[in-house]
């Protein structure tokens, strides 16, 4: 029903940045909010930074001033531009949706794939 795709990871430099985006598809209704996720090795998922359809936005204390989340409603596309990358960003990234498919107009929790970042010397 919906697809989430993640581009953009891989491995960067401490101090150096990388841009993720996320394209949802299939029978969508409506999106409320999309945002990323990151799971490093051994660690619990945990929230990086999320946006609503009118903008509103939520980061983790740990990335806010370095990271900056956005989105194209016209593309249903998220992105995520991450600055200042240190080592401890280094993990699996996921994309994430709030959204409605047209078969039941309900709003559900969709994630992508998931895309490593690696941030390393």
């Known amino acids: 029903q919906v697809q989430l795709v993640e581009s953009g990871g891989g491995l960067v430099q401490p101090g150096g940045s990388l841009r993720l985006s996320c394209a949802a598809s299939g029978s969508i209704f409506s999106i409320y909010a999309m945002g990323w996720y990151r799971q490093a090795p051994g660690k619990q998922r945990e929230l990086v930074a999320t946006?609503?359809?009118?903008?509103?936005?939520n980061y983790a204390d740990s990335v806010k001033g370095r990271f900056t989340v956005s989105r194209d409603n016209a593309k249903n596309t998220v992105y995520l531009q991450m600055n200042s990358l240190k080592p401890e960003d280094t993990a699996v990234y996921y994309c994430?949706?709030?959204?409605?498919?047209?078969?039941?107009?309900?709003?559900?929790?969709?994630w992508g794939q998931g895309t490593q970042v690696t941030v390393s010397s």
């Open positions: 946006i609503t359809s009118g903008g509103t936005t």
């Open positions: 994430n949706g709030v959204i409605g498919v047209r078969s039941t107009y309900m709003m559900d929790n969709y």
